[in-house]
């Protein structure tokens, strides 16, 4: 040990040795005042700082010749070649150059995050992935953003693999991506089983490679006038990378704790798999599992001396999966294991003083492997385990091949008379394939498979945009108008899997498919045994959709600077589809400064979102157990002529009021932002709960419908506060952050019909609509930072989640007493807790910097429910922090 703490300190000694050259100096506005938390770092390496409350700094760098970079949010970035100098003062321009991307929320390129009449978050990606060794997007934006919510699921078929995320509380399919800019295509997953946002879509942003990303800017305000569909919620702008001349990258490698806690074992014994490591379904113990390596490489050029570039990512993960406490039901309980690669390009190349050729897009592909609940064996009544393949039951494994691919290009001109021009097309593809594994089709007896191609589907989607815009200056304090097109093209498939993966044999091991001639393969009670592979059950080619719309939006979006302390904004959008008609959408929005340091903002808009191609055509054939029998079940398609039997007419648009107020404080290094917000959603669309259909004669006995089902209204508070000490010559500071959401969301009107509420959309699934909205999530960030160290804590605070479990489903009400009944013994309330995130980061060259931490430290777990009915068949279900527990990592990062 000792000689471990000797090595650490000459480690030290060295490279605080290896300063060989300081550089000072200040960096100030174009009226010449200070700019504070200006970045400035030597290209090409980690060295780095930032500016003082006077707007000075002092860095060491390699050499005399380094190349110094200067950067700051609202202002363009200058790089500065030495050339020797000891003093360096630099005066930046505010606003963007041509080739810079928007800030999100406005169509201005003199507007700055800061200077918005929105609540917008700016958010350093690589920072963070670099100090908290989160590997994955969503985790990263879980623990950055206060209402930005997302939790690794388990027991939830397709959503084991792409993790539904939702802003404000609201719907995945709510917040709208966007790529520099530019519409980002949504997953093909619609979200049906077990998991917050069901019947819902979205976009999967784990499928972009973290270490790809300059920075994420969060709109947190309805956005539907300015961007078209799904910006009900919000927008997620993010900025890929475009820094030249280097290689960064780094290694990245943890584990989770298995440990979840004492007294499980001694109370439910070999009743429970999966405790402190032992009992594992895979027959292992261990004391660490979810085994996490991630490696990313990041490399940029520049292309000629006019500011033009190719930024290329790469990157490799790999993470085991993790098993957590379950019953014999549910034995693999725990979050999916993914190997994955991904990259990206971005680029720019000018064409002359005024114009530029700029392209991005990549490719992600990940497989990825979960457990779906366990079957018993065929000895003990679980007739759907052919007993010659598994005579102690099994548990099937979903696993699934995910691609995604991307591509953008465009060409920006700025003409002599001021407009800016932007045409652009960009295009995207989600492809899903799932494959059963260790499984069986028990109507095939001994002569089923094991492993199944199940089949799957896909999402595709084509933009062609034009953007005009104009800054003129002489128009009272400036006046920005800008104006366009959108033309989208989207088509949705459903591709048929193997035929064993969903057929029904008889006993000659035909297909079935005249009962009243064939024979079925029957279970010892008389029942036909079940069909299709267990665990997911493949699509057949009755279930085979390929289909397609189109999409036609105008804009007209104007900023006008009344003064210089008073700003007006306002946005029109005509939208037409080729599937459901017309919308039209409006936004206000203002922005009052009283003082230099504190100003008032608000807005006030109309929204909407189209029902997606998934939840208009999707449909699948599944097995349900309920009451201990299996029920099989149609998820039918919204343009079935069954819905009419049921009330169901086709989906119509979600609309939406979205309202905000709120302010913003600077009093020297502390700033604060505070906005209230109030979001009415009209017609959302959902995923009903399960209806009678075997008097049908269409082969099930149960079915489920999208529907335009509930009017829901979010009222809450988004608040930011932060503080930034700097200490001596301003090489290092203290930062403080507080970030905050608090959140209410409460289902106004349920559109039943003729139907029982119960049966339509009962408490069951109200709660999981609810759960996606937790009143509140609070994070407080504590960091110290200097040239060659940095340390970070974060404590985050989670609400209380209460959920209705499996009993709803397996003996659901019909009347408001037998609900009542249930409320008292099927309600699973997760308690408030608190999770601690620690981070220790060491620059032990120029190049080199290692990083040592630990996620969820205190391996705090939402509070167990041990009744055996949660609905994902685990001790818990996967809200709040997740189900994984603690999470310890080591990274070393370097820069070339």
């Known amino acids: 040990m000792k000689k471990s703490v000797l090595l650490f300190v000459m480690l030290c000694s060295w490279a605080f040795a290896s300063a060989q050259h300081t550089v000072k100096g200040v960096v100030t506005d174009e009226a010449n005042e200070p700019l504070i938390g200006v970045n ?3 290209k090409a390496t980690s060295t780095g700082t930032v500016t003082g409350l006077d707007g000075s700094y002092t860095i060491n760098v390699s050499s005399g010749n380094a190349t110094l970079v200067f950067g700051y949010v609202g202002y363009s970035s200058q790089e500065v070649e030495l050339a020797g100098r000891t003093q360096l003062n630099i005066s930046l321009a505010e606003g963007v150059a041509l080739g810079e991307i928007l800030v999100v929320g406005s169509r201005s390129y003199n507007r700055s995050a800061t200077d918005s009449p929105v609540a917008i978050d700016i958010i350093d990606v690589s920072e963070i992935a670099s100090l908290t060794g989160k590997a994955e997007l969503n985790q990263i934006l879980q623990y950055s953003a206060p209402s930005f919510n997302a939790t690794k699921q388990s027991g939830s078929d397709g959503a084991d693999h792409i993790d539904p995320a939702s802003l404000r509380g609201l719907g995945p399919d709510q917040t709208l991506v966007l790529i520099n800019g530019k519409r980002r295509h949504q997953s093909s997953l619609v979200n049906v089983f077990g998991t917050r946002g069901r019947g819902n879509t979205g976009t999967d942003l784990n499928a972009i490679p973290a270490s790809a990303i300059k920075r994420i800017e969060i709109l947190r305000d309805g956005a539907s006038a300015q961007y078209g569909s799904d910006a009900i919620a919000g927008v997620i702008n993010i900025v890929l990378n475009d820094q030249t001349d280097g290689v960064t990258g780094g290694l990245t490698y943890g584990a989770y704790s298995t440990a979840v806690g004492a007294g499980y074992e001694e109370e439910y014994g070999d009743a429970l798999y999966n405790i402190e490591g032992t009992q594992r379904i895979d027959g292992e113990d261990r004391s660490f599992d ?15 001396e006019k500011g033009g570039f190719v930024n290329f990512t790469t990157e490799y993960l790999t993470k085991q999966r993790t098993l957590r406490p379950g019953f014999a039901w549910r034995q693999g309980y725990g979050s999916a294991a993914v190997d994955g690669f991904s990259f990206m390009i971005n680029s720019a190349v000018p064409l002359g003083e005024n114009t530029e050729l700029y392209a991005f897009g990549g490719r992600s592909f990940r497989d990825t492997d979960a457990y779906a609940f366990s079957r018993g064996s065929f000895a003990d009544g679980d007739y759907r385990t052919v007993p010659s393949l598994y005579p102690n039951g099994f548990t099937p494994r979903i696993t699934s091949n995910i691609t995604d691919v991307s591509a953008s290009a465009g060409i920006r001109h700025k003409m002599e008379n001021g407009w800016v021009i932007d045409f652009n097309n960009t295009y995207g593809r989600n492809y899903f394939h799932y494959y059963t594994k260790g499984s069986n089709n028990a109507s095939l007896g001994a002569a089923s498979p094991t492993d199944f191609d199940a089949g799957g ?3 595709s989607q084509n ?4 953007d005009l815009s104009k800054y003129c200056e002489d128009v009272a304090s400036g006046l920005n108008i ?6 989208r093209t989207e088509n949705f498939t459903i591709f048929s899997g193997q035929e064993s993966s969903y057929a029904i044999y008889d006993t000659l091991g035909v297909v079935l498919t005249n009962p009243a001639v064939q024979v079925p393969a029957m279970d010892p009670d008389g029942e036909p045994l079940p069909g299709g592979s267990q665990g997911f059950p493949g699509y057949s080619p009755a279930n085979v959709v390929d289909r397609g719309r189109t999409n036609l939006g105008v804009y007209l979006d104007a900023e006008l600077n009344v003064t210089d302390n008073w700003l007006v904004g306002g946005a029109v959008r005509y939208e037409t589809y080729s599937d459901f008609g017309e919308t039209f959408n409006y936004k206000l ?4 400064k009283i003082g230099d340091n504190f100003t008032v903002r608000g807005s006030f808009s109309s929204g909407f979102r189209a029902p997606s191609l998934a939840q208009i055509h999707y449909n699948l054939v599944f097995n349900n157990i309920v009451a201990g029998r299996s029920v099989r079940t149609l998820l039918i398609p919204n343009t079935s002529p069954i819905n009419k039997l049921y009330g169901f007419g086709p989906l119509k648009e979600e609309t939406a009021i979205n309202g905000s107020l709120g302010f913003t404080l ?17 017609d959302r669309i959902i995923l009903t709960d399960n209806f009678d259909a075997s008097a049908l004669g269409i082969g099930v006995d149960a079915a489920q419908f999208f529907a335009n089902g509930v009017d829901t209204k979010t009222q809450g508070l988004d608040v930011v506060l932060t503080y930034k000490a700097y200490l001596g010559t301003g090489n290092s500071n203290i930062n403080v952050g507080l970030a905050g959401n608090l959140n209410s969301l409460e289902i106004e009107k349920i559109h039943n019909g003729d139907n029982n509420v119960f049966t339509f959309f009962g408490p069951f699934s109200q709660a999981y609509l609810e759960a996606a909205a937790p009143k509140y999530k609070v994070g407080l960030n504590l960091g110290y930072s200097s040239q060659r160290f940095n340390f970070l804590a974060t404590l985050t605070q989670f609400s209380e989640v209460i959920l209705q479990d499996f009993q709803w489903v397996d003996t659901p009400p019909v009347t408001q007493a037998e609900a009542d009944a249930l409320l008292l013994v099927a309600t699973d309330t997760y308690e408030a807790a608190m999770t601690l995130d620690l981070s220790l980061s060491l620059l032990i060259t120029n190049s080199i910097r290692l990083t040592i931490g630990a996620n969820n430290l205190l391996n705090t777990y939402p509070t167990p429910q041990f009744d055996g009915w949660t609905d994902q068949g685990g001790f818990n279900d996967s809200v709040q922090m997740g189900s994984d527990g603690a999470y310890y990592f080591g990274r070393i990062g370097f820069q070339f």
């Open 463 to 466: 933009t062609t945009g034009l």
């Open 666 to 682: 600077k009093a020297g290094n502390f700033t604060a932002t505070i906005d209230a917000y109030s979001i009415s959603v009209a």
């Open 482 to 487: 800008a104006f366009g097109l959108e033309y």
């Open 457 to 459: 589907h896909s999402l």
């Open 290 to 304: 979810g085994n996490t390596l991630k490696l990313d490489l990041n490399y940029g050029v520049a292309i000629g």
């Open 40 to 42: 400035v770092f030597e």
């Open 589 to 592: 929005a203002s922005r009052y």
